[in-house]
């Protein structure tokens, strides 16, 4: 299912934050090959929104952060 568009990326980020909590529980010993897949899938759109840090935060009018 997907989300709304007014609430996209604040469910995304939920979403996200219990699959970090998972990893950081050591969840993720024992993966269906779907979930090993969707977790392959997290790291290369997390890697492209890094990519992509600067151009979003001049968009959303953010300081750029000086990691």
Do not use: W
């Amino acid at each position: 299912m997907s989300n709304l568009s007014y609430c996209r990326f604040q469910n995304t980020a939920r979403d996200l934050r219990d699959c970090l909590n998972a990893i950081e529980d050591g969840q993720i010993d024992d993966l269906s090959f779907e979930e090993f897949k969707g977790i392959q899938q997290i790291l290369q759109d997390c890697e492209t929104l890094m990519f992509m840090k600067e151009e979003i935060e001049d968009e959303i009018g953010v300081e750029p952060s000086r990691n």
